[in-house]
């Protein structure tokens, strides 16, 4: 069964905004790999988190 979540289409473009501003933040503090890494992690979460958040996810909506 396939579900059309705005949230699901939308995750990787949230992990590459926060990789970038990760990234960005580290190159102001002179550490650009830490920064990007950061903005990895956190991007990664919050797309999980938007994942899990739609129906078919750990808040399944009963029907």
């Not at 699901?8 to 970038?20: A, D, E, L, P, R």
Request: hydrophobic fraction near 45%; proline fraction near 0%.
């Amino acid at each position: 069964m396939e579900t059309t979540s705005k949230n699901k289409n939308y995750g990787s473009y949230v992990f590459v905004g926060c990789m970038f501003i990760g990234a960005a933040i580290g190159m102001m503090a002179g550490k650009t790999e830490i920064g990007g890494a950061l903005g990895m992690g956190i991007g990664f979460l919050i797309w999980g988190l938007m994942k899990f958040n739609t129906n078919d996810g750990l808040w399944k909506k009963e029907k």
